[in-house]
């Protein structure tokens, strides 16, 4: 089902001017209301009267993580701090968060983008959601809790957390959608497998996962674990939380709420705007935002446009699912590797459990990179030599698809640390 088909649908002539019309109005009052980016404008000898479409955008100076950090904790503001109701924070774990202040109009476009989303997943009035994002600053809880109550679905505010009982509820209330981390939702099948529970008698009939980096390869697992439909949706902190963009039923990209975000694909080392097809940087300028308004902010967060239409009847562009961050590349005897290059051919072999860790260690000068691979038990009951011998298959796996050597090290089932939150993939000691 389409939530919203005027703006979702809308031919392509009409979003850009409604585009260009939000963009103006923004310029002009961040211009006036935000000594941030009035320096900013400034020091690049733009006006707003220079900015009259959506194309000149790229006039515009851009926004980066560590200006988020410096404009700590409200120099963002382009509101009086008394139309302030809520406040989120990133969930970095590094230096200052990163905040997010919302008017009463920004939670009802949060709201709106979040019912989007949902409805991407065909829920109603009918449906009951579990809703397993953590409550709280994190802003994964209240976006879905927001865009379910605006359609009238049921919602079950469980947040993160007390497996055993997250299970039960499942059971007990028969939930149709759930929403979590694509972690967490491995973590309650797994759970569910110990407790002799099968989720195919459960009523769940479509996850909305996201939050964190995830493959085809897990889909895959999730979707036959879980006996749902998994599809995945997109947001950050910076702009708004979750409801930035999310798949249709074709999982074929993700579509942006293109009226309310708008994207630039931009190559990260120039900030040349790149065009369709071509991987780069993700930078959204939130056009309707009145809180913290974000001008071209670099998300880090690696994808590609396809304006193509899509079958489900939405015009709106599609991202492609996430390649990786600029930052969580890593970079092993100088060849760009990205996690989600690595899950996706650990997924394809036989025996493997979807957790996994990736340890770099740096020796005599050279980056050592160890991937930990858990066994399922039927592996793990298998004889030492024919382990080793697996090992170095997945080490020829590896090497094919990143043209780099890895020691591989298969651990036993259930050793990798679970979460409930945002899985923690990288261990690099490098830093330490
Ligand atoms: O994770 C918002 C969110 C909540 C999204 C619930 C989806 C569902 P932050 O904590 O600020 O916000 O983290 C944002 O997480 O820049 C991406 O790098 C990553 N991320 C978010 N969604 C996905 C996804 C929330 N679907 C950062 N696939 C972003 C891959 C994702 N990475």
Redesign the pocket.
């Known amino acids: 089902m389409i939530w919203n088909p005027h703006y979702e649908s809308m031919e392509r002539e009409k979003l850009i001017k409604i585009q260009s019309e939000r963009l103006c109005e923004l310029v002009d009052r961040v211009y006036r209301k935000v000594p941030f980016y009035r320096k900013r404008m400034d020091e690049k000898g733009v006006k707003p009267r220079d900015i009259d479409h959506i194309s000149n955008i790229t006039k515009l100076p851009f926004l980066t993580k560590d200006d988020m950090r410096d404009v700590y904790p409200f120099k963002l503001l382009a509101v009086d701090p008394i139309d302030i109701v809520e406040v989120h924070t990133?969930?970095?774990t590094t230096g200052k968060p990163?905040v997010d202040a919302y008017t009463r109009q920004d939670i009802a476009i949060w709201s709106e983008a979040m019912a989007r989303t949902l409805a991407m997943g065909d829920t109603s009035r009918t449906d009951s959601v579990h809703n397993a994002?953590g409550y709280g600053l994190?802003?994964?809880g209240l976006?879905?809790h927001y865009g379910a109550r605006l359609i009238g679905a049921n919602v079950i505010p469980i947040s993160g957390g007390n497996t055993a009982r997250q299970l039960a509820i499942l059971q007990d209330f028969k939930s149709t959608v759930l929403t979590c981390?694509p972690s967490y939702s491995l973590y309650l099948a797994e759970a569910a497998g110990e407790q002799g529970l099968d989720f195919k008698k459960m009523s769940l009939r479509v996850g909305?996962?996201?939050?964190?980096?995830?493959s085809e390869g897990m889909r895959r697992e999730i979707e036959s674990k879980l006996h749902l439909k998994a599809l995945?949706?997109?947001?950050?902190?910076?702009i708004i939380?979750?409801g930035v963009s999310s798949e249709c039923e074709y999982q074929d990209g993700?579509h942006i709420c293109e009226d309310l975000f708008y994207p630039e694909i931009v190559n990260p080392q120039t900030g040349e705007v790149l065009s369709d097809g071509e991987k780069g940087e993700l930078v959204i300028t939130t056009l309707t935002k009145q809180g913290t308004p974000v001008l071209r902010y670099r998300?880090?967060?690696i994808t590609y446009l396809n304006h193509e239409p899509c079958r489900c009847g939405r015009t709106a562009v599609r991202m492609h699912?996430?390649l990786g961050?600029t930052d969580d590349m890593l970079i092993i005897r100088g060849v760009n590797v990205f996690p989600s290059q690595i899950e996706e051919v650990l997924l394809r072999i036989e025996g493997i459990e979807p957790h996994y860790q990736l340890v770099i260690d740096r020796r005599e000068q050279l980056d050592n990179l160890e991937v930990l691979v858990e066994m399922n038990e039927k592996l793990f009951s298998d004889e030492i030599k024919n382990l080793e011998r697996f090992e170095q298959e997945i080490s020829e796996g590896l090497f094919a698809a990143l043209g780099i050597h890895t020691r591989v090290k298969l651990v036993e089932p259930k050793s990798i640390p679970r979460s409930e939150g945002?899985a923690k993939r990288v261990v690099d000691k490098r830093q330490l």
Do not use: M
Request: hydrophobic share 30%; aromatic share 14%.
């Open positions: 990133s969930s970095g990163v994002y994190f802003t994964g976006g879905v981390t909305l996962f996201g939050a964190e980096p995830w995945d949706i997109y947001g950050l902190t910076e939380g979750p993700l998300t880090r967060d699912r996430l961050r945002k």
